[in-house]
C-alpha cells in the first residue's frame, strides 16, 4: 500500500503535471531581485557636479524568514532606518514573497550596520544590495534650479521633487535591471541557475550653470536683502553673445540634501516663477523699438511737463518738476514715465505690441525648468490705448526675470535675440521636447543701429552727473543699463514695490548681460540704490572671473537736455 502511494504520488508529479509542480519548486527556490541604475549626474559648465550618486544601499527582506519575528523586526528597522511601522511589519509578512524592499537610498555604513544589528539580535532574513544615494555636494547652490529628490518610495525608488531632477527624471533616471537566483536556506546557490540584465545607469545632464559664480550670486543677493530689508531676490547673469544662462540665483533658497526642511515657496525658481511688472527696463524695450521704426533719435527732443493727463488717470515721474525739456537720451537717463510716453505716440496701432513679443516677452523661455510663468502681455480688446501708455514705461505688463534678461541682452547683442539656454548640448524633457543650447534659436528683433543707438542711452543711467543710478557703475568699465521700479500688483490693487537693475559690459563689446530683482524691500531705496549696487558687484565679478579687458574706448557724451 505504502508503494502505491508512492507509485501514484510520482506519477502525478512527472506524468501528469509536471510542469506546474516545476515551477512551484522553481519560485520556491528561486529569488528575483532589482539591479538599481546609477541617476545621472547633474553638472555645471565646468564639469563640477551640482548632484551626484555615491555609494549607497537598499535594505531588503525575505519575508519567509523575518515573518515569525515580523513585529520586533519591524520596531527596529523603523528606529533605525525611520521607516512607518505598519507598512514595514507588512512587508515582512508578505506571504509568498522572498523579496521585499524596506529601505531605498541608505548610506553604506548605516545600512551595514543595522544588518549587523539585526543578525546580533538574532534576526535572520535582512540583507542589502546596491543602490546608489543621491547627493548635492554644494548644498543651497543652484538648488532652486537643480530642484532635489525627496524620500525615496520603497518600491519605485527615486522620487524627484522639483527642478531639473523633475523635468529631466527620465533622461537621469535609467532603467533598472534584474536578476534571479537559486537560494537554498535562504542563501544563493553558487552553481544554480542565474538570470541577470544589468540596468542602464541614466545620462548625465551638464548645464550652463558657473558653480562658483552661482555661489557668489547667492551671497550677494542674501546681502542685498537683508540690508534692504526685502522679501527676497534673484539674478540673472548671461553670456551676451551665446545666451548661456551662468548664474540663475534666488534668495531664499534651501539645501538639496533637506528639501523636506524648506518651505515650498523657496524649492522653486524666482526667477522663473515670479511674475511681476518690470518698471522702467522695460523703457529700453520701447526706446530700441522707437528708433528701429525711425520714429526718433536720441537727440529727439521732448518737452515734458509736470503732470500728462491722459483718459482718467494722469501720469506722473519719479520726481517732481516743472516743465523741463529733455532729449530722449535724457528721459531714458532721468527714468522720465511722461517723456516715455510721449515719444511712444509716435509708434503705429499695434506696433509696440509686435515688436515686445519679438523681444520674447509673454512667452516661455523653454528652458526645462518647471513652474516657468509666461507673463502676461495684454492682447486684442485689452490693448487699448491707456494699455498701451502705460506698458511703454514698465506697466500694466508683467514678465518673469529670465524673459526680461532675455530681452534687453537682445540691445547687448546688436539688435539680435538669443534664446536662453540651461542645459548644454542638448536633453530631452519627459514630454519628448530638445531644449539646449545647440537647438537655441536667434531672431533679429531690431537693427544693429538701433541697438547701438540704445546703448549709448543706457550708459547715461550710470553716469554720475546724468544718470540715476551711478551705484551700478563698474570701475574701469563702460556699463549700459537701466533701472526699474514698480508697484506690486495684487488682487485689487497694488502692494509693496519691485526694484530691479539690468544691463550689460562692456558697453561698447558686450560679454555678459546682468538682472537683479528686489521684492518688496523696506527701507525706501529704488531700483538704482538697491539693485544697483549688486548688479556692480555681480557684474565685477563675472569681468574679472573670465578675464575682460576694459575696451578703453570713452564712454557716450549725448545731450540729456535741449
Same mark, same amino acid.
Given at each position: 500500500m505504502v508503494l502505491s502511494i508512492f507509485g501514484g504520488r510520482l506519477v502525478q508529479l512527472q506524468g501528469l503535471d509536471p510542469r506546474s509542480y516545476a515551477e512551484m519548486a522553481a519560485a520556491e527556490g528561486s529569488r528575483n531581485v532589482v539591479l538599481p541604475a546609477a541617476r545621472g549626474d547633474i553638472l555645471d559648465r565646468n564639469g563640477e557636479p551640482l548632484a551626484d550618486s555615491v555609494d549607497g544601499l537598499m535594505v531588503v527582506a525575505d519575508p519567509k524568514l523575518t515573518t515569525d519575528d515580523a513585529s520586533e523586526i519591524a520596531t527596529f528597522l523603523a528606529r533605525r532606518l525611520d521607516v512607518e511601522y505598519v507598512t514595514t511589519l507588512e512587508r515582512l509578512r508578505e506571504e509568498g514573497s522572498r523579496y521585499e524592499y524596506i529601505a531605498r537610498q541608505v548610506p553604506s555604513t548605516l545600512a551595514m550596520d543595522v544588518v549587523s544589528e539585526a543578525r546580533e539580535l538574532g534576526y535572520d532574513g535582512i540583507f542589502t544590495q546596491r543602490d546608489p544615494?543621491?547627493?548635492?555636494?554644494?548644498?543651497?547652490?543652484?538648488?532652486?534650479?537643480?530642484?532635489?529628490?525627496?524620500?525615496?518610495?520603497?518600491?519605485?525608488?527615486?522620487?524627484? &521633487?522639483?527642478?531639473?531632477?523633475?523635468?529631466?527624471?527620465? @533622461?537621469?533616471?535609467?532603467?533598472?535591471?534584474?536578476?534571479?537566483?537559486?537560494?537554498?536556506?535562504?542563501?544563493?546557490?553558487?552553481?544554480?541557475?542565474?538570470?541577470?540584465?544589468?540596468?542602464? #545607469?541614466?545620462?548625465?545632464?551638464?548645464?550652463?550653470?558657473?558653480?562658483?559664480? !552661482? @555661489?557668489?550670486?547667492?551671497?550677494?543677493?542674501? !546681502?542685498?536683502?537683508?540690508?534692504?530689508?526685502?522679501?527676497?531676490?534673484?539674478?540673472?547673469?548671461m553670456d551676451s553673445r551665446t545666451g548661456d544662462l551662468l548664474t540663475l540665483a534666488d534668495y531664499p533658497t534651501f539645501d538639496a540634501n533637506a528639501p523636506e526642511r524648506a518651505k515650498k515657496v523657496n524649492r522653486v525658481s524666482r526667477a522663473l516663477g515670479d511674475v511681476y511688472e518690470p518698471g522702467s527696463v522695460q523703457k529700453v524695450l520701447t526706446m530700441a523699438a522707437l528708433m528701429d521704426a525711425g520714429k526718433v533719435t536720441p537727440r529727439t527732443r521732448?518737452?515734458?511737463?509736470?503732470?500728462?493727463?491722459?483718459?482718467?488717470?494722469?501720469?506722473?515721474?519719479?520726481?517732481?518738476?516743472?516743465?523741463? +525739456?529733455?532729449?530722449?537720451?535724457?528721459?531714458?537717463?532721468?527714468?522720465?514715465?511722461?517723456?516715455?510716453?510721449?515719444?511712444?505716440?509716435?509708434?503705429?496701432?499695434?506696433?509696440?505690441?509686435?515688436?515686445?513679443? #519679438?523681444?520674447?516677452?509673454?512667452?516661455?523661455?523653454? &528652458?526645462?525648468?518647471?513652474?516657468?510663468?509666461?507673463?502676461?502681455?495684454?492682447?486684442?480688446?485689452?490693448?487699448?490705448?491707456?494699455?498701451? #501708455?502705460?506698458?511703454?514705461?514698465?506697466?500694466?505688463?508683467?514678465?518673469?526675470?529670465?524673459?526680461?534678461?532675455?530681452?534687453?541682452?537682445?540691445?547687448? +547683442?546688436?539688435?539680435?535675440?538669443?534664446?536662453?539656454?540651461?542645459?548644454?548640448?542638448?536633453?530631452?524633457?519627459?514630454?519628448?521636447?530638445?531644449?539646449?543650447?545647440?537647438?537655441?534659436?536667434?531672431?533679429?528683433?531690431?537693427?544693429?543701429?538701433?541697438?547701438?543707438?540704445?546703448?549709448?542711452?543706457?550708459?547715461?543711467?550710470? #553716469?554720475?552727473?546724468?544718470?540715476?543710478?551711478?551705484?551700478?557703475?563698474?570701475?574701469?568699465?563702460?556699463?549700459?543699463?537701466?533701472?526699474?521700479?514698480?508697484?506690486?500688483?495684487?488682487a485689487g490693487g497694488y502692494d509693496g514695490f519691485t526694484v530691479s537693475f539690468a544691463g550689460f559690459a562692456p558697453a561698447d563689446d558686450p560679454r555678459f548681460t546682468v538682472y537683479v530683482v528686489v521684492q518688496e524691500p523696506s527701507n525706501g531705496g529704488g531700483g538704482g540704490s538697491v539693485a544697483g549696487p549688486a548688479f556692480a558687484k555681480l557684474m565685477g565679478y563675472a569681468l574679472r572671473r573670465y578675464g575682460v579687458p576694459p575696451t578703453g574706448a570713452e564712454p557716450s557724451r549725448l545731450p540729456v537736455e535741449w
Open positions: 544615494v543621491r547627493e548635492y555636494p554644494a548644498g543651497d547652490v543652484a538648488a532652486n534650479v537643480v530642484g532635489a529628490l525627496g524620500i525615496p518610495d520603497p518600491v519605485e525608488g527615486d522620487r524627484p &521633487l522639483v527642478g531639473l531632477e523633475l523635468a529631466f527624471d527620465d @533622461w537621469l533616471a535609467g532603467t533598472d535591471g534584474s536578476a534571479r537566483y537559486e537560494v537554498g536556506g535562504g542563501n544563493k546557490l553558487p552553481l544554480g541557475d542565474n538570470v541577470k540584465v544589468a540596468p542602464v #545607469d541614466g545620462k548625465d545632464l551638464v548645464t550652463t550653470i558657473d558653480r562658483d559664480m !552661482q @555661489w557668489y550670486a547667492q551671497r550677494v543677493l542674501a !546681502q542685498t536683502t537683508r540690508t534692504a530689508g526685502a522679501k527676497s531676490a534673484f539674478a540673472v547673469i521732448i518737452t515734458v511737463p509736470p503732470l500728462l493727463r491722459r483718459q482718467d488717470s494722469p501720469i506722473g515721474d519719479w520726481f517732481d518738476h516743472g516743465e523741463i +525739456n529733455l532729449t530722449l537720451a535724457g528721459v531714458l537717463a532721468k527714468s522720465s514715465n511722461i517723456g516715455t510716453v510721449l515719444a511712444a505716440d509716435e509708434f503705429d496701432e499695434g506696433e509696440l505690441r509686435d515688436y515686445l513679443v #519679438d523681444f520674447g516677452l509673454g512667452s516661455h523661455t523653454r &528652458l526645462g525648468v518647471p513652474g516657468e510663468s509666461a507673463g502676461i502681455l495684454p492682447s486684442g480688446a485689452l490693448w487699448t490705448d491707456q494699455t498701451e #501708455d502705460r506698458i511703454a514705461f514698465g506697466q500694466a505688463l508683467s514678465v518673469n526675470a529670465v524673459q526680461m534678461a532675455a530681452a534687453v541682452n537682445t540691445i547687448a +547683442n546688436g539688435g539680435v535675440r538669443v534664446d536662453p539656454s540651461l542645459i548644454q548640448g542638448t536633453a530631452v524633457l519627459g514630454d519628448g521636447t530638445e531644449v539646449g543650447t545647440e537647438v537655441a534659436t536667434r531672431r533679429r528683433v531690431v537693427s544693429e543701429r538701433a541697438a547701438t543707438q540704445t546703448m549709448k542711452m543706457m550708459e547715461l543711467v550710470v #553716469d554720475p552727473e546724468e544718470g540715476v543710478a551711478p551705484g551700478a557703475a563698474v570701475p574701469g568699465y563702460r556699463v549700459a543699463g537701466k533701472t526699474g521700479t514698480a508697484q506690486r500688483a495684487v
